[in-house]
């Protein structure tokens, strides 16, 4: 599903990855660990497109997401790639049904049939009866489940996640976690997910450990 050969990335002349090679195969769910500045929440955005490695290649379902150019790899991310992060990102001006349908629509999917397909979603998450709501009106919990079912709406092969636990109490962390593996179990999908919490990284099925921008275990 995702094969990772040599990633290598610096910023200016700090070496923040050295040659990162990584294979995780469909419906696997991956914990990445270690401590601040190990280099987690970099690789994460590179195997999400969301920022080019200065060497190496990045090859998801197939696709050699490296030698894609800006308008088709903003193309297969939105089809591809979902995201769940730390600080939900939530627009706060629309409501949770809007939230969720905008990357469809920036797919140019129907209108209709994204909404049918975000109520349906947001039923699976237990939040049908907040569909109206905005960000502002929700638990932090419920704003991180509208989060991820922003990043499911297009169906995407691959979730990435960047501490999406972090900012939840123990209920909602542990009700999240169990989302995770209810939606592997229901949607066959790849989960990749950067993490502090070893709770979290104890219950994935392999947790990779990284250190000094190099994987260590």
Do not use: C, W
Request: net charge neutral; proline share 2%.
């Amino acid at each position: 599903m995702i094969q990772i050969e040599n990633i290598h990335k610096n910023y200016g002349t700090v070496e923040v990855l050295k040659g990162i090679d990584l294979t995780i195969t469909k419906a696997e769910i991956v914990a990445i660990v270690g401590k601040s500045g190990a280099g987690k929440t970099t690789l994460l955005q590179i195997i999400g497109t969301l920022l080019n490695a200065d060497r190496g290649t990045i090859t998801i379902n197939g696709t050699e997401v490296s030698r894609l150019r800006e308008k088709a790899l903003s193309k297969f991310r939105n089809q591809n790639l979902g995201f769940v992060f730390q600080n939900h990102q939530l627009l706060p001006e629309f409501t949770a049904m809007e939230n969720v349908m905008i990357p469809a629509l920036i797919a140019s999917q129907n209108r209709k049939a994204t909404e049918q397909k975000a109520r349906e979603i947001l039923d699976f998450l237990s939040l049908g009866h907040r569909l109206g709501h905005k960000p502002k009106e929700l638990s932090g919990g419920e704003q991180q489940r509208v989060a991820v079912a922003r990043a499911l709406i297009n169906s995407p092969e691959v979730i990435l996640a960047d501490e999406p636990s972090g900012n939840l109490d123990t209920q909602n962390k542990e009700e999240l976690h169990q989302l995770f593996f209810a939606l592997r179990d229901k949607f066959q999908q790849t989960f990749v997910i950067v993490t502090h919490d070893m709770a979290l990284a104890k219950m994935s099925d392999r947790t990779v450990t990284m250190q000094d921008g190099k994987i260590v275990g």
